[in-house]
């Protein structure tokens, strides 16, 4: 459902829309900002699991976890010993993660990463040099991160200009055993190229996110085994729910006190 005026002419009194989740972008109309309503949003703690998930596939994929499981259950005993002798696993010390955007998924995810000495490349045109300095990070261009980063995720802007930001020359760029997570938006990728490059063996991807939700059933992604999929569960779900009516009840409270949201949403941060 979004705000319209026509929605909205049965609340004429209406001051504000408290939103128990992350972007208002499909909700909110013009006409919310014509009529001076205030917005609130809940996206700066559905951010947490977002990157909490995130977090727990990088550790899997620098240790390549999801291949050692493949090979172990088709091979049993054969693959252990197999396993074992090669040396392609980057593990975490001074391996790179490349992070496509810097929104608050991306902040947060960073503090996660802090205990960890991985080398971190963000790729984004909104990240100053001196923030880069402050976050202990390197900004580089896309081309750079998708070559040289072990794990790459997406958390980039969801804007018009972002689809197929990860096209087929990105997608070559990356290197051998690399791994590729989406908890974004389903087209920031080229699906049908990186269903190719998938196709090789020669990467990973870690889904969670479709150009079409659910996949139809003729997906080559249900069929791929180094293609980890999920349903779209990485925001906030079951008990994380609870902690965005938490986070809305204490926005209602600032504004029952004449106080300053936590976090306000402005037509200027929604275009």
């Given at each position: 459902m979004s705000f319209t005026k026509d929605i909205l002419d049965y609340a004429p009194k209406l001051k504000v829309i408290f939103f128990a989740c992350g972007s208002v972008k499909s909700y909110v109309s013009d006409e919310v900002w014509n009529r001076g309503i205030r917005v609130t949003s809940a996206t700066n703690v559905n951010v947490i699991p977002v990157a909490e998930f995130t977090l727990g596939m990088i550790l899997l994929s620098l240790k390549h976890v999801f291949g050692f499981n493949n090979e172990l259950h088709e091979k049993r005993l054969k693959a252990w010993r197999e396993t074992f002798s090669k040396d392609m696993v980057p593990g975490y010390?001074?391996?790179?993660?490349?992070?496509?955007?810097?929104?608050?998924?991306?902040?947060?995810?960073?503090?996660?990463?802090?205990?960890?000495?991985?080398q971190i490349l963000i790729y984004s045109k909104h990240l100053s040099e001196e923030e880069a300095r402050r976050f202990k990070v390197k900004k580089v261009p896309l081309e750079e991160l998708m070559s040289r980063s072990d794990v790459i995720t997406i958390h980039a802007a969801n804007i018009p200009q972002n689809r197929h930001l990860i096209n087929r020359e990105m997608l070559s760029r990356m290197k051998d055993?690399?791994?590729?997570?989406?908890?974004?938006?389903?087209?920031?990728?080229?699906?049908?190229?990186?269903?190719?490059?998938?196709?090789?063996?020669?990467?990973?991807?870690?889904?969670?996110?479709?150009?079409?939700?659910?996949?139809?059933?003729?997906?080559?992604?249900?069929?791929?085994?180094?293609?980890?999929?999920?349903?779209?569960?990485?925001?906030?779900?079951?008990?994380?729910?609870?902690?965005?009516?938490?986070?809305?009840?204490?926005?209602?409270?600032?504004?029952?006190?004449?106080?300053?949201?936590?976090?306000?949403?402005?037509?200027?941060?929604?275009?």
């Amino acid at each position: 459902m979004s705000f319209t005026k026509d929605i909205l002419d049965y609340a004429p009194k209406l001051k504000v829309i408290f939103f128990a989740c992350g972007s208002v972008k499909s909700y909110v109309s013009d006409e919310v900002w014509n009529r001076g309503i205030r917005v609130t949003s809940a996206t700066n703690v559905n951010v947490i699991p977002v990157a909490e998930f995130t977090l727990g596939m990088i550790l899997l994929s620098l240790k390549h976890v999801f291949g050692f499981n493949n090979e172990l259950h088709e091979k049993r005993l054969k693959a252990w010993r197999e396993t074992f002798s090669k040396d392609m696993v980057p593990g975490y010390y001074k391996s790179t993660v490349g992070i496509v955007g810097f929104g608050q998924v991306s902040k947060h995810l960073l503090k996660l990463l802090q205990p960890f000495d991985l080398q971190i490349l963000i790729y984004s045109k909104h990240l100053s040099e001196e923030e880069a300095r402050r976050f202990k990070v390197k900004k580089v261009p896309l081309e750079e991160l998708m070559s040289r980063s072990d794990v790459i995720t997406i958390h980039a802007a969801n804007i018009p200009q972002n689809r197929h930001l990860i096209n087929r020359e990105m997608l070559s760029r990356m290197k051998d055993e690399a791994v590729l997570i989406n908890t974004s938006r389903g087209p920031f990728i080229d699906e049908e190229t990186l269903l190719n490059e998938l196709r090789t063996g020669r990467v990973y991807a870690c889904l969670d996110v479709f150009n079409i939700e659910p996949p139809p059933e003729e997906s080559e992604f249900y069929k791929l085994k180094n293609c980890i999929i999920t349903p779209h569960i990485v925001g906030s779900i079951n008990n994380e729910c609870y902690r965005l009516g938490r986070q809305v009840l204490k926005e209602i409270k600032h504004y029952l006190a004449s106080e300053n949201f936590e976090l306000e949403i402005t037509k200027n941060i929604v275009d």
